[in-house]
């Protein structure tokens, strides 16, 4: 019956919605008339075709055309946002990730659609939390990729706090490679680096500023700005100069709330009264960029104008012209 009744409708309306039909999963309303208005015997069964066979194709009608695309379109909306916008590696690739935003929105409407026409007119398997009949769902893994993940970050954490860095780096680099809490892996990662006294590995990663938004890194990167030999703050200033946009935003470190730059001052202050010029003239490279935006970035440098050292005063008069 259910059957003949499909087949009457696509004759009736010389189009049809694909093979969804076929599959009660996706016919609430036809399953309906099926179960409550059919007779089980016959000849009642036979007496009710006059009947029944008008209510099920307007049944089926609904389902292809109502029910059943209503039913998909989440699943069509988590298609899109699977395929445009999950893992996109801000760390990592962050000029390409970003150029990709326009595209990536010019293309929504596209995706959506024909995953929704697709969904509404084949049995596709329902990609997240819906039952599924031609394949199992992919959310069960997802999720125990990133419950896994998790695992990993935390115990990295507790390796990164006892100092056990080549535990905490692999760590992080398996957390990576989940594709899940990459930011939180990628701190832990140059914070090892940093510890390990290896800013040029840091200089030479994909790095976007945005560790300076972590206070762990903040306060680890000043520590070694600080004290580290005059080749590596070098190499940190370079990466400071080049990801000043960065440290503009507030955080916490042993309670204090202040911008990445208010932490690191101190760090700046010693290396502009550091013996090797080069050191001095880097820093004040680096400062430059927030002369007019910061009050105490402006009376270092004109503190370095009023100095003895021509070169040195020169510059600075030049930074804040």
């Known amino acids: 019956m259910r059957r003949t009744l499909v087949v009457i409708m696509f004759l009736h309306l010389l189009c049809g919605g694909g093979c969804a039909v076929f599959n009660r999963d996706n016919t609430p309303a036809l399953n309906f008339v099926e179960q409550h208005l059919i007779p089980k015997e016959n000849p009642g069964r036979a007496l009710s075709y006059p009947l029944v066979i008008p209510v099920g194709l307007t049944a089926a009608t609904l389902d292809m055309f109502l029910f059943h695309p209503l039913s998909v379109t989440a699943d069509a909306w988590h298609d899109t946002s699977d395929l445009l916008w999950d893992n996109m590696d801000w760390d990592r690739h962050y000029v390409t990730t970003s150029a990709s935003i326009v595209p990536r929105v010019a293309a929504v409407p596209l995706v959506f659609t024909g995953d929704f026409l697709a969904r509404s007119s084949f049995d596709i398997s329902h990609g997240r939390g819906g039952s599924s009949t031609s394949k199992s769902s992919p959310e069960p893994e997802r999720e125990r990729k990133r419950t896994e993940a998790k695992k990993n970050l935390d115990m990295a954490r507790q390796a990164l706090a006892q100092q056990d860095l080549d535990t905490a780096i692999r760590l992080a680099d398996e957390v990576v490679a989940t594709g899940h809490y990459q930011y939180e892996a990628g701190v832990i990662k140059d914070v090892v680096l940093l510890k390990r006294h290896a800013p040029d590995a840091l200089f030479a990663m994909p790095f976007n500023g945005r560790m300076f938004g972590d206070p762990l890194f903040v306060e680890t990167y000043a520590d070694l700005l600080a004290n ?16 000043y946009f960065a440290v503009g935003t507030t955080i916490s470190i042993q309670g204090k709330n202040g911008t990445p730059l208010s932490f690191l001052m101190p760090a700046l202050e010693k290396n502009l009264t550091d013996e090797d010029r080069a050191i001095r003239m880097k820093t004040m490279q680096a400062l430059g960029k927030f002369q007019r935006s910061d009050k105490g970035v402006r009376a270092l440098l004109e503190g370095v104008a009023r100095g003895s050292d021509p070169v040195l005063a020169t510059a600075a008069k030049s930074l804040l012209r």
Do not use: H, K, N, V
């Open 228 to 243: 580290g030999s005059p080749a590596e703050r070098m190499q940190l200033l370079a990466i400071f100069d080049r990801f």
